[in-house]
C-alpha cells in the first residue's frame, strides 16, 4: 500500500524537482487506470442531479451591447442584462419573423430585433418566453427544463470556490466532436496526466480513489487505487464519495515544479472540479464543465467545454498578482487551452470508438 505523502508548501511558491524521471522511465499507471474505476465513476455522476441547468460561459463575456449567444442542445440561446444589471435569457430566435438575436444590439438593457425592431425587455413578449438564467459571479447558467428533463432546481449546483474578488479567475472555452460524458470520463482519469501532459504535470501519483465493485458501490482503493486508508479530513471523505485524489507536480520550467495535492470530484452530471487541498494555492479550483451543443454538418455531437480557473492564494504577493489579472488571464486561458488540445482528442477518440462499439472500456 502507498504511504501518505502530505505536501508541504515552503517558503517559495515554486520547488526544485529532485531527481527527475524522464517520461518514459515514469512509473506506467495502465494498471491502475481501470476502465470499470472509470465508468462506475461517470455512472455515478450522471446519476446527480443537475437541475437542468447548463453553463453556457462566462460572466465576463456578456457584453452591455449585445447578448451573449450560444446554442445549447440545438437551441438557440442568447443572454444579457437588462436596464437593472439583472441576468436575462431566451430563445435566440425572434418570435416574429425568426431573426437571430445573436445579431442584434442591447439598448438600455432591451435587446431589440434588428429585422423589425422588436425590444424585448426579459419578460414574455409576443410569444417570447425568458427562460431561467442564474449568474454565479464567475459563470453564467441556463436552465432548459425540456432538454435535460429532470425535476428542475431554483439555482444551478455551484461548486465550493473562493470568493471571485479574493482570487484570479479566467474561463476557458473549447469545443470538441464528443458527448458531455466523454469529457466527464476524460476529466475521471487522472492517471493519464503525467504521461499525456508531460509538458505540464510530473510526478503524478493517484493516492485515492474509488474503487470498482461488482454491484457498482465504492470503497477505498487499495494499492492499485491510492492509499485512502492512510488519508485524514477531507481527502479521505472525498474518496469515499468518489473522489480522486492526486499528487502532482505542475510544470513552470526546466526542474521548477509547484507541487499540489488536488482533489477531483463530479457534483453533477456535466461537471468535473478539481479542488487543491494542500500545498500551493490551496483552496483553488479548475470547474470543468461540458455542455452539450447539438450536431455538426456530420451528425456528430459536439460539446463545449467551459473550463473556469478560481485561484487563489494567502500570500502577501498573490494581491499584486490580482492586480495583473487582466493580464494573467490570457496567460491562463493558453495553458487550459494547450491542455484541451489533447484532452479534447482524448474525448473525441472515445465518442469515435464508442459510437461505433469499438470502445474497450
Known amino acids: 500500500m502507498n504511504a501518505r505523502r502530505p505536501v508541504r508548501r515552503g517558503r517559495l511558491p515554486l520547488s526544485l524537482r529532485r531527481d527527475p524521471v524522464a517520461w518514459e522511465r515514469q512509473r506506467p499507471t495502465w494498471r491502475e487506470a481501470r476502465p470499470a474505476v472509470i465508468a462506475q465513476a461517470l ?20 457584453p452591455a451591447d449585445r447578448p451573449l449567444a450560444r446554442t445549447v442542445a440545438g437551441r438557440e440561446i442568447v443572454v444579457w442584462r437588462d436596464a437593472a444589471g439583472r441576468l436575462v435569457a431566451g430563445p435566440g430566435v425572434c418570435p416574429h419573423l425568426g431573426a437571430p438575436l445573436r445579431d ?33 459571479g464567475v459563470l453564467v447558467w441556463v436552465r432548459l427544463d425540456d432538454v435535460g428533463g429532470e425535476p428542475p432546481l431554483d439555482a444551478p449546483v455551484v461548486p465550493a470556490r473562493p470568493a471571485p474578488d479574493r482570487a484570479v479567475t479566467a474561463v476557458y ?61 477531507g481527502d479521505a471523505a472525498a474518496a469515499r464519495e468518489d473522489g480522486f485524489v492526486v499528487d502532482v507536480s505542475f510544470r513552470l520550467a526546466g526542474r521548477l515544479v509547484v507541487p499540489v495535492r ?7 452530471p456535466r461537471t468535473v472540479v478539481m479542488h487543491i487541498t494542500e500545498g500551493e494555492g490551496r483552496t483553488s479550483v479548475v470547474e470543468t464543465h461540458a455542455t452539450p451543443l447539438g450536431a455538426d454538418e456530420r451528425g456528430r455531437p459536439r460539446t463545449a467545454v467551459v473550463e473556469a480557473v478560481v485561484a487563489a492564494s494567502d500570500r502577501r504577493g498573490f494581491a499584486v498578482a490580482r492586480r495583473m489579472s487582466p493580464l494573467l488571464r490570457p496567460l491562463v486561458r493558453a495553458a487550459a487551452g494547450r491542455l484541451w488540445r489533447d484532452d479534447l482528442a482524448y474525448a473525441e477518440r472515445r465518442w469515435q470508438l464508442r459510437s461505433t462499439g469499438r470502445f474497450p472500456g
Open 173 to 233: 472555452v473549447g469545443v470538441g466532436a464528443c458527448e458531455p460524458e466523454d469529457v466527464v470520463a476524460n476529466r475521471l482519469d487522472p492517471w493519464h496526466g503525467a504521461w499525456f501532459h508531460p509538458y505540464s504535470f510530473v510526478d503524478l501519483t493517484v493516492v485515492g480513489a474509488p474503487a470498482a465493485t461488482a454491484a457498482g458501490h465504492t470503497r477505498e482503493g487499495t494499492e492499485a487505487d491510492g492509499a485512502a486508508d492512510g488519508e485524514t479530513g
Open 262 to 268: 488536488a482533489v477531483f470530484t463530479a457534483p453533477e
Open 104 to 136: 442584434s444590439p442591447v439598448r438600455c438593457g432591451t435587446l431589440v430585433c434588428h429585422w423589425h425592431g422588436l425590444a424585448l425587455r426579459g419578460g414574455p413578449f409576443a410569444g417570447w418566453e425568458p427562460l431561467p438564467a442564474h449568474d454565479d
Open 43 to 62: 455512472k455515478r455522476a450522471q446519476a446527480r442531479p443537475s437541475g437542468n441547468w447548463f453553463v453556457v460561459g462566462a460572466t465576463r463575456d456578456v
